[in-house]
């Protein structure tokens, strides 16, 4: 099992900017797809983005293209999410997740994932 630890989160204005960092345990963590989720109060679970172990493949859900961007650092175990444009809908707890497997499948889909972190609040004030 991989270990993930999240930060970065905050409080931040509508239309700021706030850069997640997700640090793994694994030292194969190069070998791991990785992926971001959210989830706001009340509601389900929600797939944000996602890249290959290569950083050659990236997937975001329609909500965040083009405002987030997924990227990784094989050499420092780290995958970032940098957040630009944000709405108040973007609040929530936002999750890092890592499956050994390439990217392919229901990767949008939480279940998919094998390794999650703990989660780290976004609330993004209008």
């Known amino acids: 099992q991989v270990q993930l630890v999240e930060s970065g989160g905050g409080l931040v204005q509508a239309g700021g900017s706030l850069r997640l960092s997700c640090a793994a345990s694994e030292r194969t963590f190069s070998s791991y797809a990785m992926g971001w989720f959210r989830q706001a109060p009340g509601k389900e679970r929600e797939f944000v983005a996602a890249i290959s172990w290569s950083g050659g493949t990236v997937s975001y859900a329609d909500s965040v293209r083009g405002r987030f961007t997924i990227s990784r650092d094989n050499a420092k175990n780290t995958v970032y999410l940098q957040m630009n444009s944000l709405k108040p809908e973007d609040t929530g707890v936002y999750y890092c997740?890592?499956?050994?497997?390439?990217?392919?499948?229901?990767?949008?889909?939480?279940?998919?994932?094998?390794?999650w972190g703990q989660g780290t609040q976004v609330t993004v004030s209008s």
């Open positions: 997740a890592a499956d050994p497997r390439s990217l392919r499948g229901q990767i949008r889909a939480s279940s998919y994932w094998g390794n």
